[in-house]
């Protein structure tokens, strides 16, 4: 299995960015994908999650009301939509997926994650 993340770059504070994560398989509707990031010096942390078959998501708080996560089942492809960005949100971004959540995992654990990418830069300037 093979996620590749597209859509980083460089952006003013304020901007947006559209991250995308296209997975080489069919994503099977028991599966969960998320977005993680890791800043210089830190550790990951996490993002955004969606649960495939009913679309349900979970944000961290830091970028509540800012970032919105969806899917596109037909493309195999996650999207991060990333608004009001701030220079705190520079990091790598990383997508990662696991084929079957289980009740009993968490979606905002990386340790829940089976497959990663190889992540995107996201660089914003103030």
């Known amino acids: 299995v093979e996620l590749v993340e597209s859509g980083g770059g460089l952006v003013q504070a304020g901007g947006s960015l559209r991250l995308a994560c296209t997975v080489s398989?069919?994503?099977?509707?028991?599966?969960?994908m998320g977005w993680f990031r890791q800043a210089p010096g830190k550790e990951r942390e996490f993002v955004a999650a969606i649960r495939w078959n009913d679309g349900k998501t979970d944000y961290d708080d830091s970028v509540k009301g800012r970032f919105s996560i969806s899917r596109d089942d037909a493309k195999n492809t996650m999207y991060l939509q990333m608004n009001s960005l701030k220079p705190e949100d520079t990091a790598v971004y990383y997508c990662?997926?696991?084929?079957?959540?289980?009740?009993?995992?968490?979606?905002?654990?990386?340790?829940?994650?089976?497959?990663w990418g190889q992540g995107t830069q996201v660089t914003v300037s103030s």
């Open positions: 990662a997926i696991v084929p079957f959540l289980l009740s009993t995992q968490s979606m905002s654990a990386p340790s829940t994650y089976r497959y």
């Open positions: 398989v069919r994503t099977f509707k028991g599966s969960a």
